[in-house]
Nanobody, 126 residues
Framework: QVHLVESGGRLVHAADSLRLSCTASGRTIANYGLGWFRQAPGKERSFVAALSWDNRRALYGDSVKGRFTISRDNANNTVYLQMNNLKPEDTAIYYC???????????????????WGQGTQVTVAS
């Protein structure tokens, strides 16, 4: 099992940029597909971005395409979410996740992920 800790969430204004980090401990995440999800107040958790184990494929939710970028640093066992041109509707708790099995492709389905962080709050003021 891997322990995930997100950081970087804070209050920003519309059009600002923000980078979230998620650092893993317990085992390497280098060979695993990774994902970011979010949950806005009163809404269900939704898919944001995913990255295949080999970094060759990334997937994004429709509402963040062209604005968010997922990446990883295997040397530091960390996954990032670069968020540009933030909008008030991006306000949510953001969660990182690691797939249950290694060598996975980029996947948007939450059930594929076995380890989750505790979340970091991002608030975008208009």
């Amino acid at each position: 099992q891997v322990h995930l800790v997100e950081s970087g969430g804070r209050l920003v204004h519309a059009a600002d940029s923000l980078r979230l980090s998620c650092t893993a401990s317990g085992r390497t995440i280098a060979n695993y597909g990774l994902g970011w999800f979010r949950q806005a107040p009163g809404k269900e958790r939704s898919f944001v971005a995913a990255l295949s184990w080999d970094n060759r494929r990334a997937l994004y939710g429709d509402s963040v395409k062209g604005r968010f970028t997922i990446s990883r640093d295997n040397a530091n066992n960390t996954v990032y979410l670069q968020m540009n041109n933030l909008k008030p509707e991006d306000t949510a708790i953001y969660y990182c996740a690691v797939q249950k099995y290694p060598y996975g492709v980029a996947v948007f389905r939450a059930e594929v992920y076995g380890d989750w962080g505790q979340g970091t709050q991002v608030t975008v003021a208009s």
